[in-house]
């Protein structure tokens, strides 16, 4: 779908009101970029607000979150540590905590349609988990491989971890420069500047270059085991040395009709590797006799590499159909253990044109489930998708959100200006906007100008939302239960006000809500009854 994107900020221009800016990803493509409206600084460019400000130095520096939340402290016992469908009914068998202004009640999650009205708006994000975290070694050293973001250029946000007890990872000093990194399948990862200041730099930019294909056009197109030209012996030493006939071993007879389809891909890619042993067999039994003993060696070696290649499948030619297969979630230290790809993606996963994703799952949307979502529906509730990839967050840090790709498709603006149109002045009267976690906050408060329209756009933004800067479109968050010194709580904050969000973490404190990605969500509404108009002269 094309999309209009001259008209939203992208990174660089995130608008008045963002309080944090941070290095951005690398034109591939200069003029690109301005082309199109979306402007992606190079490593180690920053706008003028780089490094904290007043408002988010709190929790830069590690001064705590927002409304003095940094003074609570959640238990290691209230962590989810595995889905919620491994330990009750379902992935909606979680509670719901819902801040309407300052009053708090408790819910199921399954009662959401009766939180919601007709008219209003979910915005979700599309976004798929890509199995981000790939085994390597630099050097004799074993690391994971954390892939976060694609740059425009190629190449790829990484960040280098330690291997640890029970499938979990710690921290490691990143790079250095120039590391080259041993991954599965051949493949490798070139490590080569820090994303942002240098020192104690967590993410790196690295590229994996694509497999060399065998080709006669250099030196390294022959193989190490093929000696090259200028060190070939003489023609009196290149003649075949006469070698026992080999009989390839005969493949069983299978019944010419077979019963399946899958049975039949089998048998042809039987077939196909018994030629393949067939063509390397007769390239080892020695070159035809020819005037240029060298074109009978690269028949050798062109053969060998067809068959190992007939043998071993098909090599990925890009990094997300190579995290497919090599690559598994990222996981944390309070999950219990691995999980599959699929208890990571949402509902309302969809695959990109390009194979992008994010590194973390958008985890506000886990619980829905079809059935709920139509219910929903029928119910009058309307989605709106975009997407916004997200990268990888510090499991020791909380720093602010590095720069990301996003996009906010003509559809779904036009919905949001028209139900906000439909509503005139009046936020207690219509549907109301409300984002299914802070990716969707970002991406769509990214695409809103300051006049409150939301635009078609895709790029990247560096957008950090915050009180200061408030929300200009959302009128309420669906999210997940956060970190008391975590950034998103300054999100928070702008949607539902600093007294809500504190009385709302000390209610799910006291009841024992349950943390992180598989834990329990929070519904944050703005208190309209308190700013509705005085009615009661009115009464009869």
Request: with cysteine.
């Amino acid at each position: 779908m094309d999309e209009d994107r001259t008209s939203a900020p992208g990174p660089g221009r995130a608008g008045p009101g963002a309080s944090f800016r941070t290095a951005g990803p690398p034109r591939s493509d200069g003029a690109r970029a301005a082309a199109e409206g979306v402007a992606a600084p190079g490593p180690g460019s920053a706008g003028a607000g780089d490094g904290p400000t007043g408002e988010t130095r709190g929790w830069w520096g590690g001064g705590g979150g927002a409304g003095g939340l940094e003074a609570l402290r959640v238990p290691d016992c209230l962590s989810a540590r595995v889905p919620a469908e491994q330990r009750g009914a379902g992935r909606d068998d979680v509670r719901l905590l819902v801040s309407r202004g300052r009053a708090v009640s408790h819910r199921a999650f399954r009662e959401l349609p009766g939180e919601l009205r007709a008219g209003d708006v979910l915005v979700v994000n599309t976004s798929m988990t890509l199995p981000a975290a790939v085994n390597g070694r630099v050097g004799g050293e074993r690391v994971v491989v954390h892939f976060s973001t694609r740059g425009a250029d190629g190449r790829w946000a990484v960040e280098l971890r330690a291997p640890g007890a029970a499938g979990v990872t710690g921290p490691r000093p990143g790079g250095p420069a120039g590391a080259v990194v041993r991954l599965p399948g051949g493949r490798t990862l070139v490590v080569e500047e820090p994303l942002g200041p240098s020192s104690g730099a967590r993410l790196w930019w690295a590229r994996v270059p694509e497999p060399m294909s065998m080709s006669l056009s250099g030196p390294q197109s022959v193989p190490q085991s093929v000696p090259r030209a200028e060190s070939m012996p003489g023609p009196e030493r290149t003649r075949p040395v006469p070698r026992p006939e080999w009989r390839p071993t005969p493949v069983p007879e299978r019944d010419p009709m077979p019963d399946s389809r899958s049975e039949a891909e089998s048998a042809q890619g039987l077939v196909r590797k018994s030629e393949a042993a067939e063509e390397a067999a007769r390239a080892m039994r020695g070159p035809v006799p020819d005037a240029d003993p060298m074109r009978g060696l690269v028949r050798k070696s062109e053969a060998a590499e067809e068959a190992a290649r007939a043998m071993r499948g098909p090599v990925p030619d890009s990094v997300p159909e190579f995290l497919r297969r090599y690559g598994r979630p990222i996981r944390y230290g309070y999950t219990e253990r691995d999980q599959p790809l699929s208890a990571y993606q949402t509902v309302f996963a969809a695959p990109s044109p390009d194979g992008s994703g994010s590194a973390e799952m958008p985890s506000a949307a886990r619980p829905f489930t079809a059935a709920l979502v139509a219910e929903l529906v029928r119910r009058g509730v309307l989605f709106a998708p975009l997407s916004l990839h997200t990268g990888v967050a510090s499991a020791e840090a909380h720093e602010p959100p590095y720069p990301e790709r996003f996009s906010v498709p003509p559809a779904t603006a036009w919905l949001v200006n028209a139900v906000r149109a439909a509503r005139g002045g009046d936020r207690t009267a219509g549907g109301r906007v409300i984002a299914v976690g802070t990716t969707a906050v970002r991406a769509l408060e990214s695409a809103a100008g300051a006049d409150g329209l939301v635009r078609p756009v895709a790029g990247w933004t560096d957008l950090v939302v915050t009180p200061r800067r408030g929300v200009r479109v959302v009128d309420g968050l669906l999210t997940g239960l956060h970190e008391p010194r975590a950034s998103h709580l300054l999100m928070l904050e702008a949607v539902a006000g600093r007294e809500a969000l504190r009385l709302g973490y000390e209610a799910a404190l006291q009841e024992r809500y349950l943390w992180h990605e598989f834990g329990d969500v929070h519904l944050l509404l703005r208190d309209e009854e308190r700013n509705a108009p005085d009615c009661s002269s009115n009464e009869w």
